[in-house]
């Protein structure tokens, strides 16, 4: 075919005077050629012609269709393929004398005509104030011990203003969502009309086309009178804009990795609200409507509907049988241990977001825990109960739970190891526990080291003697000029009246102390 500069070429030389025979031999254009174009009388553009002649596939296009209609509602990756129509062909005809390529053409042409594998095209949302969108996002944080860990955080979006909220969190269950909601409905002073979720969010369950809303969310939805929605499977463009604002908040707040304390849910309501309205939303403009997002969100803040009276409590509360062990199991993988009186008991649970209580099935308090998440298994053990396990059944320390928290490399658990005497492995875990109840874990343990490597007994006295040491200066950096071995004025030292160890008259000044 001729392109259009060609044609009008060939018509120039014709009304120059040329013949059909000079312009054919100027060309290189066949003669017929020449003369379909000179006597053409209507060159407008045409609409393309799509019919398409017979070929050996037309014995099977009904088929194909069929396929391909019976398939149109299955699971967007079990929907069929040209290669897998191709093989079901000819497994039904033997005599089958097709390539994949004219298979291929077909599928992909009534595919584009019946609009299948090709989605539904976008509709433009329009959101009105009052009206929020939720979702999770994922970032490393810098824990209080220095160590880099990854949180879930929950963003809460305003789209009308496009103003969005953040909370900190270890997972993204049901009592996160609810948790995360009530500090964000409190700290602006409202709750919105409605709020869009995924479906992911831990508050529902989607079974075919229909979502089954988690019982907890469903009090909580009706405590504060709000409508919830969900998004469509795969359809990320109805939740754009808090999918937008989760990525927004990642690198303008969470970039680089920011320091959080130990205590998040303290952090989440005194600081991070803070930080997302006099930080990351003080000069931010609409992307559409060029006004500041703060000024926007005043419209939100007048369609909020008021707080309830009373606060919901973001828990879920449910029976549950122990093991023998005496431990409970959360989400088949984390284990949490209570006394052992409790063992194949069937007690109550209650868990919030960051914790974990067990009570009898009458009421009574039992155990309580920080509650863990994350994929791989754990199992959590109160710190007494670890160490009333070691003092009932001394010869267990070396495959203890204690023993493995506290790591094998430590100056204690490696002492420890060396005492073949289970008794003795008693006795020092009795002061221990005493001195831990004065003083807590962290510095009854330092003061074991302390102990261990300056080669002294782990005697109740010592350990009182180093804890109240600790609690004013590190004994590692004392400085003594002299060079005069002090060790035996260590008993003398004063200690607080409700402190005061038993301590044998005879050896105050002995180097055993």
Known sequence: MLTMSHIAKIRDFYLEGKSITEISRETSNDYKTIKKYIEKEDFSEEIPDCSTRSNKLDPYKEEIVALIDNNKDSWHKQKLTAVRIL???????????????TVQRFVKKYKVKVGAGVGNGYSRLYWHPGEAQADFGEADFITSEGELKRYKYFVLSFPYSNKAFTQIYSGENCE????????????????????????????????????????MFQSFRMHYRFIAKFANPFSGNEKGNVETNVGFIRRNLFTPEIQIPKDIEKFNKEQLFDLCNNELMVSRMHYIKKIPVNELFKDDKVALSDLPGKAFAARRVFPLKTNGYGEIILGTKHLYTIDSKYRNTVVTVVTTAWKVEVYTLEGSFVEGFDRIYGDE??????????????????????NSKLREDIGENDPFVQYLDTINDSRKVSNIFKEIKQTIEAYGFDETLRASQALIENKRELTGANLVMYCQRLEYSSPYHSKNPTGVNLNKFEGLMSFPSNKLPVINDSNILGETI
Not at 89 to 100: C, G
């Open 87 to 101: 093989n079901i062909l000819k497994k039904n005809h033997e005599e089958l004398d097709i390539s994949y390529n």
């Open 176 to 215: 996160c969502v609810c948790q995360a909601l009530i500090n964000t409905f409190e700290n602006i002073g409202g709750i919105p009309k409605k709020i869009l979720f995924d479906n992911a969010t831990g508050i529902g369950r989607r079974i075919s086309k229909v979502l089954q809303e988690n019982i």
């Open 377 to 398: 298994r754990t199992e959590t053990m109160n710190l007494k109960k670890s160490i009333n396990s070691v003092l009932r059944k001394p010869n267990s320390w070396s």
